[in-house]
């Protein structure tokens, strides 16, 4: 009832009783009505190509405005407005703000990495632009090929915490994956660590119970939600936290795709069999996604201690190669950091760039991205799933098939199951393991995060990884999408005006 859908529909409920009633009573004025609402939407239009939203979504604006004009323009009206995130996006700017300088960027690091490759130094400027996201040497990566492998590296590193444990994952759900991860936590706390969970609201809908966080607090973990589901109509809602990071003293961190649930280390088969990554990082990085942590818990209106936390040593790896930028991207800002950073391996890549995500419903920009790089002669390899966890998202992704073969990118659907992985790795020498899929919802409406990595040991690892999955998958033809389920085509072209609003 009080969700975005439960908007729509009334609006459009009431649009419908309005030009009943329109047409009823005011029948003898109907041509002036009919030309006030042609001027009407001829100004919307002239204003949205004016604006600085998304070409992309401003297609899908016209065409409501253009159909419905009196919806339409209700519903752009509600969602440019703010409303419910307006106090978010200055609590966070101010944040940020406070926060810019709380992690220095070595100039010496700069410097070396300025010489080894301008290109990437260019990037790490950009990452460092959009917050306190400095590039770091001196941090051994380790690369999780799958879940399970992740979760008892997980096990082991808990174990052995002793002042603070932070945890932010979209999707806590029990089984015996948190179970075991929940027995650890409880027991530090009891310790006297810091013990800290946060998770997003919309786990409330079918996996926690709405009073988790109180019986957290009573085995001394705090506990926070973000954005909770409260019986108010608000634009809050579209933007999820969708992070996953896991830091602990301050000198070891996780990040990738993998949530706290047990289909994510296949104990509970959902999809056929679930490919996720992940990495684990010990050294000077760890820092950033310490910072990133508080500055999220710090988000729901509590005054944090970022120096204390940011003092504890993070002990260097002095034998680590490479260079690893730890960033978080905010949906509340201008900069659109993860599709950005994607699109900069792709412009600079010169042999190939292989990518696997879940989920492929691109903006214009992102899939010309991967068109030219491809028409340039560069290997660009796809690898989605092979069983999808959602038809329409499966349909939309298809809908982009074609065009992609045309230009030469090849795409590889994984046989066994479902992949969750966000991983870009180009040319054996830079990658990006993370939390931001290739759809509109990681890269314009949540918070996420991710690793970059350059000249780091384990992307060999990342590419060995990338290419035994390979073996598992089906190449795509056109051939195969022209015999593609008439239901998939037509779901496909009918959601694909409304995509970048989903």
């Not at 705090?222 to 954005?227: L, P, S, T």
């Not at 028409?375 to 660009?380: H, K, N």
């Not at 982009?400 to 992985?421: C, D, M, N, Q, R």
């Amino acid at each position: 009832m009080f969700s975005r859908f439960g908007l729509i529909l009334l609006l459009l409920i009431i649009q419908v009783l309005m030009l009943f009633g329109i047409f009823r009573w005011f029948e003898e004025f109907l041509p002036h009505i009919m030309g006030g609402t042609a001027l009407f939407t001829v100004v919307m239009v002239i204003y949205l190509l004016n604006s600085k939203i998304n070409p992309t979504a401003k297609i899908t604006w016209l065409i409501a405005i253009m159909l419905v004009p009196v919806f339409g323009v209700l519903l752009f009206a509600y969602t440019q407005s703010d409303i419910g995130h307006r106090a978010l996006k200055a609590r966070m700017n101010q944040i940020i703000a406070n926060t810019r300088e709380s992690v220095p960027q070595s100039e010496d690091v700069m410097e070396m990495l300025t010489r080894e490759n301008q290109g990437v130094a260019s990037l790490a400027h950009y990452i460092q632009r959009s917050g306190c996201h400095p590039v770091y040497e001196h941090t051994a990566v380790t690369y999780f090929p799958l879940g399970e492998n992740k979760f008892e590296e997980m096990l082991r590193q808990l174990e052995a915490a002793e002042h603070f444990i932070f945890m932010e994952y979209f999707i806590v759900d029990e089984g015996l994956m948190w179970g075991r991860i929940l027995e650890i936590l409880a027991r530090k706390a009891s310790a006297g660590v810091d013990v800290r969970v946060m998770y997003d609201g919309s786990c409330e809908f079918a996996l926690l119970p709405r009073d988790y966080p109180k019986r957290l607090r009573k085995l001394g973990i705090k506990c926070k939600i973000f954005a909770p589901v409260t019986p108010f109509v608000s634009t809050h809602y579209n933007y999820r936290d969708h992070r996953k990071i896991l830091v602990i003293d301050g000198h070891t961190a996780f990040n990738g795709g993998v949530n706290l649930a047990d289909e994510y280390i296949n104990q509970k088969e959902k999809f056929g069999h679930w490919k996720d990554t992940a990495v684990m990082l010990k050294g000077e990085a760890v820092k950033s996604f310490t910072l990133m942590f508080l500055q999220m818990w710090g988000i729901l209106e509590e005054k944090e201690e970022y120096g204390r936390f940011l003092a504890y040593p993070s002990f260097p790896v002095e034998a680590a190669k490479g260079y690893v930028i730890p960033y978080g991207d905010c949906p509340l800002d201008e900069d659109k950091l993860g599709e950005r950073v994607y699109m900069d391996i792709l412009n600079r890549s010169l042999k190939y760039v292989h990518i696997m995500s879940p989920y492929l419903i691109l903006d214009g920009e992102m899939e010309t991205a991967l068109k030219f790089a491809a028409e340039r002669g560069v290997d660009v390899k796809l690898l989605l799933p092979g069983i999808p966890d959602k038809f329409v998202p499966y349909a939309l992704a298809k809908t982009h098939y074609a065009s992609l073969l045309e230009s030469g990118v090849k795409i590889y659907e994984y046989t066994p199951g479902f992949v969750h992985a966000k991983v870009f790795v180009s040319d054996s020498r830079e990658a990006v393991v993370g939390t931001i899929n290739l759809d509109y919802r990681s890269l314009y409406h949540h918070f996420e995060c991710a690793t970059y990595l350059y000249g780091v040991d384990c992307i060999k690892e990342l590419e060995e990884d990338f290419q035994n999955t390979l073996g598992k998958c089906r190449l795509v033809t056109m051939d195969m999408v022209r015999r593609e389920k008439w239901t998939v085509k037509l779901t496909g072209r009918l959601v694909k005006a409304a995509a970048p609003l989903m």
